[in-house]
């Protein structure tokens, strides 16, 4: 999206349509709509709070399944995970002999058993997201197609994991490139459960990408991974409220947007641990009321241009998003210790940065190439 210009020449004043929407945009402008208070009130109080709250506790109750054929390593990863013997792990098929559920806060992990199709099912409807698992040892099995081409039609996110990969050494990449490639999806993560190589570097990062689900809870489990958790919170965040601000209707997604961030502000407090309770709310509210008014610019905005007006209002909401979503971060990172003021003067500082880098465009998928592989659970 390029911005237009405004430089007029000798002082005159340049004609409407060409001007840049950094100017027309400024935090200045923000002091000159008291008028719209109401509006933001309004609008704030249509949230039902607690509705909003009851999701995301809803949300840190999902859990991760681990599906994959007998003595593929699910019960050893399992344990890796867990840091603790819990699962039976057995060279003898059909050693789990029902879904495992260990304590892991409040996550759960579940180990099923490879042998029993309908454990299974029940534990991948349960989940957040999946992590099926290769067998490296014993290649490619027919069994291995159907259960990936059956996890693909529940349109739910999942991870293919090749294990064993110690046993194959430096053919670890080419294995799971070739598995990749056979399977149909974007990656294949090559790991050891039994020894842990590869997980916290490469399968839990993949599990928080895949879903938003799965980055809270285990962000708010495994404390090294929480920012990273919260900033695929934000960026999802984001993408919703591009596409709520491409809507040419002015005020008509306010509610949807401002849904958006106030969940999105939750969800980041849950990855963290935090209760979202009145005081935190009045300590971010002046931020997410910043990204309403924000919004209500670039519906203006839309109003006074012929073309382009509803990219310039997705980026907006785009940008405010993202910008709440960094303060949201910033002040639990900080251990909620930034004044009101603060705030302010940090969601000014992550909005003007989101601009000057475009991250709209980041955020956009690439077009999909001819014959380009579909990502895992997608």
Known sequence: ??????????????????????????????AGIPSNLALARKFMNSVNWKI?????????????????????????????????????VSPVEGTTTANVRGAFGPFTLIDTPGH?????????????????????????????????????????????????????????????????????????????????????????????????????????????FRREAANKLVRSATLIALAAGLQPVPLVDIPILLGNQIRLVLRVAAVYGEPMNAQHMR???????????????????????PFGGDLVAGAIAAAATWSIGQVAIEYFESGKKLTPSQINASFKRFYRRYRETRQEEKLLPPPALPGSLPEAGH
Request: proline share 5%; net charge negative; glycine share 6%.
């Open 1 to 30: 999206m390029a911005d237009t210009s405004a430089s007029g020449k000798n002082g005159k004043k340049s004609n409407r349509f060409n001007v840049n929407p950094r100017r027309l945009f400024s935090f200045s402008m923000l």
């Open 52 to 88: 909003a709250q009851e999701e995301i506790a809803e949300e840190i109750r999902r859990k991760v399944a681990i599906i994959g054929l007998p003595n593929s390593g699910k019960s050893t990863l399992f344990n890796t995970l867990q840091g603790k013997y819990v699962s039976p």
């Open 116 to 224: 029993i199709p309908e454990m299974q099912r029940e534990a991948i409807e349960e989940a957040a997201v999946t992590i099926y698992m290769l067998d490296a040892g014993e290649g490619m099995r027919p069994r291995d197609y159907e259960m990936v081409e059956q996890l693909r039609k529940t349109e739910k996110p999942f991870t293919v994991a090749l294990n064993k990969c110690d046993l194959i050494g430096e053919a670890a990449d080419e294995a799971a490139a070739r598995a990749a490639a056979r399977l149909r999806v974007k990656d294949v993560i090559p790991i050891s459960a039994r020894d842990g190589a590869n997980v916290s570097e490469e399968l839990i990062p993949a599990l928080i990408d895949a879903s938003p689900e799965a980055a809270i809870v285990l962000g708010r489990q495994l404390p090294q």
């Open 283 to 305: 300590e971010l509210v002046a931020t997410i009321a910043g990204g309403l008014f924000m919004r209500y610019l670039a519906e203006e905005a839309a109003k006074a241009m």
